[in-house]
């Protein structure tokens, strides 16, 4: 399973995803500085053949519960 900083990286990087998003780069970089694409982009990233929204939303599942458990807010 990659995480959501990898599949930044394989779609070419930040830079390269906002593009393919329509976003700005600047906001993908922070997103990639956090580690996590929001729910509200996955469709545009699945819809541009770069995550399926299974793997989207494993890697986030596993992110929140790893907060739980540590005792950190998701």
Do not use: C
Not at 25 to 44: G, H, K, L, T, Y
């Amino acid at each position: 399973m990659r995480t959501h900083k990898q599949i930044i990286a394989a779609a070419g990087g930040y830079r390269s995803l906002a593009e393919k998003l329509g976003q700005p780069p600047s906001r993908v970089r922070f997103w990639e500085r956090r580690q996590a694409i929001p729910p509200e982009a996955w469709r545009a990233v699945v819809d541009a053949g770069l995550a399926t929204a299974d793997e989207l939303l494993d890697v986030a599942a596993n992110r929140a519960l790893s907060a739980v458990q540590s005792g950190r807010a998701a």
